[in-house]
């Protein structure tokens, strides 16, 4: 009978180191997930889609524009209501570089936005937060004007 208090004793071994060894996050994937998600955020532009754009957006959203940050998802879409009101889209992006965090639940996009003729007139650095649902979310954007400068 000596075997089945055994028998647990090992089972409880077992389960303390393997039953909480967590796998880390695939980065690769994660990145995919982002640049998709980038994409189909850029695509409400395309499709003049102002509802989508709003669910991209977390609540606690900071947008870069002008002269003062626009701060929360309401007063981010109320700031580019207007980008949606023509028939076509005034400009597009997409992404070219995407990192994500270790942890898995961060993540930035940057590439080029460019105007209808498709000449690149600016950059845009975008974090994404990954909520509770596995969604991402937008929490920072920032658009640059393009440089012609010359890189030593």
């Known amino acids: 009978m000596r075997t089945f208090p055994f ?9 303390s180191t ?20 980038e994409r189909a955020f850029a695509k409400t532009m395309a499709d003049r889609d102002y509802a989508a754009f ?14 003062r940050p626009i701060r929360g998802a309401e007063e981010v879409k109320k700031a580019w209501k207007g980008f949606y009101v ?3 889209a005034p400009f597009s992006w997409t992404p070219e570089t995407v990192e994500v965090l270790a942890s ?3 993540a930035l996009s940057t590439g080029p936005v460019k105007d209808p ?15 509770a649902a596995g969604n991402w979310k937008i929490i920072f954007d920032k658009g640059n004007n393009a440089c012609n400068c010359a890189t030593p």
Do not use: C, Y
């Open 86 to 88: 023509e028939a076509a």
């Open 117 to 131: 003729e498709g000449k690149v007139t600016a950059s845009f650095t975008s974090i994404w937060r990954m909520d």
């Open 54 to 67: 709003g669910t991209f957006i977390a609540d606690d959203a900071i947008f870069f524009a002008g002269k």
């Open 104 to 106: 898995g639940n961060l």
């Open 18 to 37: 393997h039953a909480f060894a967590i796998s880390p996050p695939d980065i690769e994937s994660l990145k995919q997930q982002v640049a998709n998600t």
């Open 7 to 15: 028998f647990f004793g090992v089972l409880s071994l077992m389960l």
